[in-house]
């Protein structure tokens, strides 16, 4: 296990597909941050939140974006820019995959992808999660550069990049970012 590594959990989005706070959603009585950081308190070094510009009751580490108005990618700058050490792999997660399971979240503190990778991030069958997966220190200067183009697109980034992957189930990278789908959540 590298006990050096963090995990960051991405949840300081505005949510406006789902119309509140993907976060504080709940399954089973438990908020989506709750199943989350539960799943990762053992593994990892440290659980982190990358919560933007919001706040969260909960207790552990919350980072704010260093470069707001930036999505989801300046989240993981701010992930980035947290790690003192420019040869180091950081664990991320979406706060709207609340169904990834303790296997998988054991995996991204376990893993160490090939150094020919700057990203291994998830996959299951056809699809690609890649705010799910493990991202090297390294690529902090090609983020920090394509958000200062004007970027903000996550698989346009992702272009620019050499990428493996690991497979999740379905249902484990089953997003849930609309009202319509976190009601699909509950019926099943």
């Not at 053992?42 to 982190?48: D, G, L």
């Amino acid at each position: 296990m590298n006990a050096k590594r963090n995990l960051y959990i991405l949840c300081g989005g505005s949510s406006r597909r789902m119309g509140r706070d993907k976060a504080m959603l709940k399954i089973d009585g438990e908020t989506f941050i709750q199943r989350i950081v539960s799943k990762s308190k053992s593994p990892f070094a440290e659980t982190v939140l990358l919560s933007g510009s919001n706040t969260y009751h909960i207790d552990i580490r919350h980072l704010e974006d260093k470069q707001p108005d930036s999505g989801p990618l300046g989240g993981l700058l701010s992930g980035l820019q947290d790690v003192d050490n420019m040869d180091r792999w950081i664990a991320i997660v979406p706060i709207d995959l609340p169904l990834i399971s303790q296997t998988s979240i054991h995996y991204l503190a376990e893993t160490i992808p090939d150094r020919s990778s700057d990203a291994h991030i998830a996959r299951s069958d056809d699809r690609i999660q890649p705010l799910c997966g493990l991202y090297h220190t390294s690529v902090q200067p090609k983020l920090e550069h394509y958000l200062t183009s004007g970027n903000r697109r996550v698989m346009g980034f992702l272009k620019e990049l050499n990428y493996s992957y690991f497979n999740l189930t379905k249902e484990e990278i089953r997003n849930v970012n609309s009202r319509q789908d976190f009601e699909q959540l509950n019926d099943d």
